[in-house]
């Protein structure tokens, strides 16, 4: 079933991708025509992420995942017609579930209702084309994403006495492949993005429990580095887009997801 999943997907991309490379561009309407020269654009981002873990070790009860909600203000800068920059700050909230920590003086395991843990979220964005055929475009877009979080304290329960844990969790994401879309009529080009897409990080607890003191550090990876992003972009006014972005990232155990909208404004 697992490598069925992952064959069906891969299928997918390929016949997609096909069908864009041949089809002709009165297929999907009269192409817009290419964007201005030099100049900025700023907006709005917002997403969702959830993605299995695997720890640094093999003790976990289960499979440990986190989900984040993500937002940000983003400021492009286009150097010319094809190619672009972008840079994002803005917020994250974290959850882990299933993660357990045993090299304390008390193990701790967090769930989905430790709650969530917010931190400082930055991110880059490059895309450049590559050819464009009538109607057809395929570009090459790199994209890296970093959650510095904040420490979140909890207090220890199911002890004869008060103790307390702090964690601070890390992590990171960068993707690159090849941007496939067609541009329609009325502003619409939907896009396809196969892509290497890799999620790291760290968890680092401290728990303290009367005299005694404990501190663990857990390495964390995302499972699956393949990922496959269906999209669009609208242009609604010739200064404002619109982008929304689902894409899946298929692994041995199952398929996890994520979801981006963005609005950029040009001036």
Known sequence: MKLRRFLWLASIVTIFAVFLVLAPPETFGKAAPESGGPGFRAGLTLGYL???????????????????L?????????????????????????????????????????????????????????QKSLLSRGAFRADIRGQFLA?????????????????????TPTWMKASVG??????????????????????????EFKETVQDLKGNEKKDIKGKGRFAVGLGSD???????????????YPHGDSVDSSFTIQTLLAF
Not at 50 to 68: G, N, V
Not at 147 to 167: I, P, Q, T
Not at 234 to 248: G, K, N, P, Q, V
């Open 178 to 203: 090849p941007v496939l879309a067609y541009q329609m009529g009325e502003g619409v080009c939907p896009f396809l993005n196969p892509r290497f897409d890799y999620l790291w990080g760290s968890f």
């Open 234 to 248: 609208f242009d609604l006014t010739a200064s404002l887009r619109i982008r929304a972005e689902a894409s899946l």
């Open 147 to 167: 959650s510095f979080g904040m420490a979140k304290e909890w207090s220890l329960k199911g002890l004869a006495v008060e103790g307390s844990a702090k964690g």
């Open 50 to 68: 959830s993605r299995s873990l695997s720890a640094d070790d093999k003790e976990q009860d289960a499979s440990p995942k986190t989900t984040s």
């Open 70 to 126: 993500l937002a940000g203000v983003v400021l492009e800068y286009q150097f010319q017609p094809g190619f672009a920059i972008a840079v994002q700050v803005g917020y994250s909230a974290t959850n882990f579930d299933a993660l357990t920590f045993r090299g304390l003086p008390f193990s701790v395991s967090l769930d989905r209702d430790s709650g969530k843990i917010g931190g400082l979220l930055l991110g880059a964005e490059v």
